[in-house]
C-alpha cells in the first residue's frame, strides 16, 4: 500500500481507515460529569463536576494530540485543546 497523504491523515497502522472510535474513559468522564454539571447548576457540587469535567477532555485531547492513531486524530485532539483554553481565556 502506497503511503499518501490521505492514508496517513485517516488510516491507522493497520491500514483501516480511522474517524471515530469507542470513547475511552477520560472522554466517558467528561460526558458523565459534563452532564452533571448541567443538571446541577449551582453551588460547589457544579465546581467540582465543572472541574473533573474540563480536566477529563484535556485528558482525553492530550492524549488524542501525541498517541492518535492517524494525523486526523491528532488534530481533531490539537482543535479541542485549543478550544478548551480559548472558551477559558474568553
Do not use: H
Amino acid at each position: 500500500m502506497e503511503n499518501t497523504l490521505i492514508d496517513k491523515t485517516f488510516r491507522d497502522s493497520d491500514g483501516n481507515i480511522v474517524i471515530a472510535q469507542m470513547p475511552n474513559l477520560p472522554l466517558i468522564v467528561w460526558v458523565v460529569s459534563g452532564s452533571l454539571s448541567l443538571i446541577f447548576t449551582t453551588g460547589k457540587i457544579n465546581t467540582v463536576f465543572d472541574v473533573v469535567a474540563n480536566g477529563s477532555l484535556f485528558t482525553w485531547a492530550w492524549m488524542e494530540l501525541f498517541q492518535g492513531v492517524n494525523y486526523f486524530r491528532r488534530f481533531l485532539g490539537l482543535a479541542v485543546l485549543i478550544g478548551i483554553i480559548a472558551s477559558k481565556i474568553i
